[in-house]
């Protein structure tokens, strides 16, 4: 299995600063069919995850433009620009390249 | 508007069975790869099994195996989930999810609790 790695666990971020998380996978995400099957979710409490990235760096429908991935092989970045209150929650990166998918542990986002 | 509607969650006893039910509207349901996602109580999502459009192909966690089955009835919509042999780590929220144009998972259900205790 496709272990994914994310740091750091908690995040406190002041609101207006930016946020960045970091994910690495255990062996690299890129398919034969050359695209990169990472991708990032977001979870408010007491809510389902919703889709804010796929294949890296692709923002999902409704997802505002401060949210942006990057990366590539094995080492990926969510950055959130400028951090809202409506942000705060559980952020995962997820691979999609191959059965099981796996989830990173989790990255919590705070408010300062 | 992409809908996903889980039931069938409860309590059962160590060694039971439920089925849970994903009622999906607002999409083409029979076109895509369908998927469940646990999530214990305060802890990560889990990915359990998948499903093909067509339900010719399933695919499932180590961790299920043997246990679990997803099934579709693609004429009604809804996706299943019958639960077998049930243990008390299998006691989680059960996300009905669906695949995307890739293979990406692209929406959630609101989860349905399943709570495996005597």
């Known amino acids: 299995d496709i272990v994914m790695t994310q740091t750091p666990l908690s995040s406190p971020v002041t609101l207006g600063q930016p946020a960045s998380i970091s994910c690495r996978s255990s062996?690299?995400?890129?398919?034969?069919?050359?695209?990169?099957?990472l991708n990032w979710l977001q979870q408010r409490p007491g809510q389902p995850p919703t889709l804010l990235i796929y294949?890296?760096?692709n923002r999902f429908s409704g997802v505002p433009d401060r949210f942006s991935g990057s990366g590539a092989g094995t080492d990926f970045t969510l950055k959130i620009s400028r951090v809202e209150a409506e942000d705060v929650g559980v952020y995962y990166c997820?691979?999609?390249?191959?059965?099981?998918?796996?989830f990173g542990q989790g990255t919590k986002l705070e408010i300062k | 508007e992409v809908q996903l509607v889980e039931s069938g969650g409860g309590l059962v006893q160590p060694g039971g069975s439920l089925r849970l039910s994903c009622s999906a509207s607002?999409?083409?349901?029979?076109?895509?790869?369908m998927h469940w996602v646990r999530q214990a109580p305060g802890k990560g999502l889990v990915w359990i099994s998948q499903?093909?459009?067509?339900?010719?192909?399933?695919t499932y966690a180590d961790s299920v195996k043997g246990r679990f089955t997803i099934s579709r009835d693609n004429a009604k919509n809804t996706l299943y989930l019958q639960m077998n042999s049930l243990r008390a780590e299998d006691t989680a929220v059960y996300y009905c999810?669906?695949?995307?144009?890739?293979?990406?998972?692209?929406?959630w259900g609101q989860g349905t609790l399943v709570t495996v205790s005597s």
């Open positions: 997820t691979q999609a390249k191959q059965f099981p998918y796996t």
């Open positions: 999810a669906r695949g995307g144009i890739g293979t990406e998972i692209d929406y």
């Open positions: 062996q690299s995400l890129v398919h034969s069919d050359g695209n990169t099957y």
């Open positions: 499903i093909t459009g067509d339900g010719s192909i399933t």
């Open positions: 294949k890296i760096s």
């Open positions: 607002g999409f083409s349901f029979s076109s895509l790869w």
